[in-house]
């Protein structure tokens, strides 16, 4: 019975480790949207990570390193809590 019981957890935690992978991934479209738009960003790591979550709920980047954003209104119109513009 015990073994059966490892069996099972062990299994279930390779398969959620593996689901988990998945869906931290981003999508090749707002991967390679995103770098492109944040190409010249003083501070990369933080551009690719705003325009990854704001592509993903928005499904769209504005053109080119900086403005375009009258492309994407839900890109432009997203905003943090203090009531600044989310996305690069």
Not at 31 to 47: E, P, Q
């Amino acid at each position: 019975m015990k073994l059966v019981l490892v069996t099972f957890l062990l299994v279930s935690l390779v398969l959620s480790c593996s689901l988990f992978e998945v869906s931290m991934a981003g999508s090749g479209f707002c991967d390679s949207k995103c770098k492109v738009r944040c190409s010249k960003a003083g501070i990369k790591d933080r551009c690719l990570k705003y325009c990854g979550v704001c592509c993903e709920k928005c499904k769209c980047v504005p053109s080119g390193t900086y403005g375009n954003k009258h492309e994407c209104p839900c890109y432009r119109d997203m905003k943090n809590s203090k009531g600044k513009p989310k996305c690069p």
